[in-house]
């Protein structure tokens, strides 16, 4: 049986602090019950003594010291993923947001470990993005990062479209190649460009969105572009598929 | 002696504290928690104590119990080191490899190097001989390189009472039993020493040989010494990695400890791929055969960042023990300073300059002063060369960890964006790069190379410097209205710069360059200059006496001469008298007709 936290010490911005707990573990996920109904999820961020410190996704708006239970997971931060996440799109704690539910059968950690470099490749291979000056100047390589910088009122959207539509492989492995988009802090109209435009262009099907909006929890944001990675692993190496990552900071 | 004691009351990231841990000694390694993940005590209060844990501590819980070993984080040193990868506590990741995931598993405890593998063993000492520290018991050929000295520790000393046959033994083999007044001490093909100390040495031999790289503006402008200090600091994109990996391929060193902190996993890569197929020049065989890498790549835990650096540095010692010249690249410091403040601020200690702790001064200056040329307990001579990379955020020098590293190092070798962004390779800018090794190695490059060796390298300082005070003037007004003997400058500047500066890492001629090439470079540089400046003097116009073919030949000298037709350069020089003679000839008799 799980026990229930009825009473929470103090609510500070994102942060809840717990106290007089045991067992916490450190990075685990809980679930924060709210009077009113509706969940929330947090995650472990510091353990003092009997007292937790609990980062809250989804914000804290509405909690008060009574209203709420904090219940303790002992996982932590899990999202399902298939292959079925394909032409999916999800917000920055891995739940579907495109009016669908969805089921993976197994649950991945989105904190990852760290690739062993004796294990990995050097990269080699190319993605073409037929944008000459990247192609060209800035190759993008496969297994590579390739960061874009940009400001206000300079067309980075446009851009991040442009790749995801046109990115290819060379080579035979066509069929296997995914693209994991991941954008955080976007406005609602922006998310539809690209969820428009991916449809447009018949890129869909081979793109999983992770969509953090502008007006969602600053602290989900950090969990989107780990979502988007763990997705991106899951792909590249469960299903021996290839990807490509876009972040949009 | 490993204890159950403690229990877990605070976890922040890779710092937690326990309490009733009162036998917890400072730098103690301990085993955190049922996962037994690897953490090291970093203070010791009455009853509590703080630990930074070399793992990912996620899934760690309040109250679970902690291990104590009873000793320092120590690395063990013996036979398999050579040629293997390590994290940045001297875990195998091969050998993590091997066991069938691409990650890096927690918790799988201090393994180290291979204790199963034999090796072919000497045994050089025999039954009543009296051994002390540093002397050596057994010899093993570890790989076709480097043959590894098994030595006495340093607080040893003894009569040998047993002495194991030659043969193939592992390294947990009983090679040598001591009698002295404490007791038997058993000496087996391994022994472990705490990385944060220095191993003890008879005493520093004062600096006098260079560390031969192969890159012309190192080897002939900035040396590097052995047994000195060098920072390669430079912003993102100058190339400091492929300026590391070309003195890791290409220096004379005996042994070679690259320790990859906190940079890009493919870069780590690279070396692992490349490496084997490149041949030492000096012996003809693979330089994998005398590397030893250690990764911390930018994704593993923080905290094994900031051991990474003692590890490296405590294999180099062990290896220099034995009579060998080692260079130690560690890229990037930075990395490893910014490790340092990360567990600062979870230690809630007070933040000095830019947030890294007030500490930071004294921690580089200590891992720096491991460098030098000594002669180590035993009586060989080795030395410890560090070459740090720093990397400063958006190229400013004026930063803490660059200020602090200038001070304690004696070869700084400033990469430059915009030369790297104009395709000069290696990106060194000259007029900021010094090396503080001039006046000590210059007997060495008297009597070794030429005794006007390093006069040319002030003449060539000096055209540098000139022109890039011309250019100035040149970007207000244009190169037209110049003096003849000032273009003269710029143009013999700009042979200096493309022919003999940029070095080109992939071509055979040129990757890597001997001494005697570059003086004989140098020579055709400074000839051309005097022949073409007594010309200009004498009223002959820039546009003759600077021909294109003959400048362009001396720039190209570089890749059309090889190291075995070093003679070529004498035609050259010839060729240089000739052209100059004949219009000066052809000059004085225009003038007096």
Known sequence: MRLKYLKLHKVEGP??????????????VVDIEMEEGGHKKGKVVQIDGDKVIIQVFEGTAGISLHNTSVSFTGKPMEIPL?????????????????????????????NGRPINPVGRKYPRNYIETGISSIDGLATLVRGQKLPLFSGDGL???????????????????????AIVFAAMGIKHDEADYFRKHFELSGVSNRVVMYINLADDPIVERISTPRCALTAAEHLAFVHTGDYDQYDQL | ME?????????NGPVVRVIEAYDLKMREMVLVGHKQLIGEVISVDKETATIQVYEETTGLMRGEGIISTGRPLSVKLGPGIIKNIFDGIERPLLNMYETGTAFIPEGIGMITIDEEKLWDAEVVVKVGDEISAGDV????????????????????????????????????????RLENEQGLHELKMYQLWPVRSARPVNRRNPISKPLITGQRIIDSFFPLAKGGTAAIPGGFGTGKTITQHQLAKWSDADIIVYIGVGERGNEMTEVLEDFPKINDPKSGKSIMERTVLIANTSNMPVAAREASIYTGITIAEYFRDMGYNIAIMADSTSRWAEALREISGRLEEMPAEEGYPAYLPSRLAQFYERAGDVEALGGRDGSITII?????????FSEPVTQNTKRVVSTFL???????????????????????????????????????????????????????????IVKLVGEDILPDDQRLILEVSRVIKVGYLQQNAYHKNDAHVSLKKQYKMLKVIDRLYVKAHNCVKMGVPISKAKNDELFYKITTMKYNVSEDKLEMFDELIKEIDIFYNGLKSAYSKEVSR
Do not use: C
């Not at chain 1, 851009?159 to 060379?170: C, E, Y």
């Not at chain 2, 204890?3 to 976890?11: E, F, L």
């Not at chain 2, 740090?388 to 400013?396: E, Q, R």
């Not at chain 2, 009597?447 to 040319?456: F, G, N, Q, R, V």
């Open chain 1, 15 to 28: 942060l809840i602090i717990l106290s007089g707990v045991k067992g916490a573990m450190f990075g685990e």
């Open chain 1, 82 to 110: 298939s292959k079925d996440i394909l032409g999916r799109t999800f917000n920055g704690v891995g739940e579907p947001i495109d009016g669908a539910g969805f089921y993976g059968d197994r649950k991945y950690d989105i």
């Open chain 1, 155 to 177: 067309p980075h959207n446009e851009l991040a479209v442009q790749i995801v539509k046109q990115a290819r492989i060379s080579g035979d492995e066509e069929s296997n190649f």
């Open chain 2, 3 to 11: 204890t159950n004691i403690g229990k877990i009351v605070y976890i």
């Open chain 2, 137 to 176: 018991y057994a010899k093993v050929q570890e790989t076709i390189l480097i043959e590894h000295k098994l030595m006495v520790p340093p607080d040893i000393s003894g009569k040998v009472v047993f002495a194991e046959k030659s043969g193939s033994y592992n390294i947990e083999h009983v090679l040598i």
């Open chain 2, 388 to 396: 740090g990379a720093v990397s400063p955020a958006g190229g400013d």
């Open chain 2, 414 to 472: 400033a990469l430059d964006k915009s030369l790297a962004y104009g395709r000069h390779y290696p990106a060194i800018n000259w007029l900021r790069s010094y090396s503080g090794y001039i006046t000590d190695l210059s007997p060495w490059y008297e009597e070794k190379i030429a005794p006007d060796m390093l006069e040319l390298r002030a003449k060539m300082l000096r055209l540098l410097q000139e022109e890039d005070k011309l250019m100035e």
